[in-house]
Every structure is written in C-alpha cells, then in structure tokens.
C-alpha cells in the first residue's frame, strides 16, 4: 500500500464522515469529501487545496457512483479508500412504517454503497490494493423494537459485504465493517433523526425507546475524532478485522449478542437435526 492514500467519503459534512476527512487529511492523506450541501466543507477544501476534492454528491443517486470515482481518479491518480459513510435512521414500529422510509433506508444503506463500490472495484483491482470501509452500526449485528427498518438495512448492508471480502481478497483488496456504538454526532439530533407518527397500538410500548433515541445527542459516549484516528491508521496497516465493534457499548452489546445467539442454536440445535433424512453422510462444502 501507499504511504499517501487517496479517499472517497460519503457523508463527510459531520459526525463520523467529517471527523474522518479531517483525520486523513491531517495524516497527509487526499480526500474526496462526498457531500449533498459542498458548502458544508467549504473549509476543508479552503484549508487543504491540493489535497481535498470537495464533490457533490447524494448517496442514494447510484447513477452518480461512477462520475465519483472517475472524477476521483482524474484528480489524484487513484483510489485507496472508499468510506460509505452515509447514514440515518428511522425509529417506529414495522406497522408504523411503511415502504417509503423502508425503501429510503435500504437505497442509503445498501443500494447507494454497492454502486459506489461496483464503480471502485476496477481501480482498486488494477493496482492490486484498496480498503472498502462499510459503515455499520451495533444495529447491523443486533436489534430490537422501533429499528426495524434501520437494522434491517444495516443487516443487508453487513451480509453483501461479507460476501464482498470473499471476492476481492485475492485482488489485494480489503473490507472492514464497522459497527460503531454511539458516537457524539449529529445521527440523534432533531433534524436527521426520524419518528414515525406514534400509534395508540404501539405508542406506549416504543415510549422509552423513542425517549432514549432522541435523549442520547450530545451525551453519546463515542468520541468521532479518536474513532477517525483508528480508522485512518487501520487504513494505512497491513491488517484489517472484517469486522470492527467501535465503541465500548458496541463491544458489549455485539458480544452479549452473539453469545445469546450461540446459545439459543445448543438449545434447538437437536429439534433442528431433525429436519434431515437418517442415514444420509454430514456434506462437506468447499465453503
């Protein structure tokens, strides 16, 4: 890999995004800053002008992936890291939601990040290197009343990735999902985070939980600038985790997951070994 890494970062008007661009522009690094408003990181650009690209761009226009990174390469030669950093979430009950915010999600989360990734792949292939970086959530491996929509795009997003990482190892390419806790950003604040129209149905029962989403901006435990500054050097070692927990909470509560899970599987599994015919040998996969 490079010493100097060239980046695409979706969402990097704030939060996660923002702190990322800043990192890796510290770092020496240039930086494409994907955003819908470029006056967000009009600074950016003012402070680092060699090295930040700023380009319009909303990641659920899949038409606009590939103008992206040809704009990317034309100005810095090459592409060593795409961050699909942009995100939001949705908070009801699944009969609170209908298509719309579940189809919005889903070209955000999943829809938008394949283009861009599919627009990627050709240069990271040629020179035999590049890091795909999926931002995930806690919510991608776990999940629970009033994120159904949310985590089943997050769900998606985790599972074509993995598939992804299988694909584009032997190219010498990489992919880590991420799946930060919460971090002091702006995801839990009044203008990005989205409430369905309570229902007397569920209302009572999603009460805490539309409490607590909303009650978490500005008190969130993650710290965005040492999340970037762990991304950024993970970007420029010789290893990454296909899957990173960011965050304490993230570590806890993706852990306490899996072991919930684990043991649910030994508890059914002898019910499950019922399914198959007797006498027939156990398959072996090549995968």
Known sequence: MTTTQTWIITGASR???????????AAGDRVTAAVRRPE???DLAAAYPERCLVAEFDAR????????????????????????????????????????????????HLFGP???????????????????????????????????????SKFALEGWSEALAGEVAPFGVRVLIVEPSRFRTGFNAADVLEFAEPSEVYGELLDGVRADMAGADGAQEGDPVR?????????????VPLRLPLGSEAVERISGAYRRGLAEVER???TARGADFAGVPASARAI
């Open 268 to 270: 059914w599994a002898d």
């Open 114 to 152: 394949a283009a861009l990734v599919r627009a990627a792949l050709p240069a990271m292939r040629a020179q035999g290197s590049g890091t795909i970086v999926q931002m995930s959530s806690q919510g991608g491996r776990m999940s629970f009343p009033g994120v159904s929509a949310y985590s089943a």
């Open 61 to 108: 226009d899949t038409a606009a992936a590939d103008g992206l990174v040809r704009d990317t390469l034309e100005r810095f030669g090459r592409l060593d890291v795409l961050v699909n950093n942009a995100g939001r979430a949705v908070v009801g009950a699944v009969e609170e939601l209908g298509d719309a915010p579940l189809r919005e999600l889903m070209e955000l």
């Open 227 to 239: 999340a970037a500054e762990i991304l950024v050097g993970l970007a420029h070692g010789d290893e």
């Open 40 to 42: 967000s990181v009009a």
């Open 15 to 25: 939060g996660l995004g923002r702190a990322l661009a800043e990192a890796a522009l």
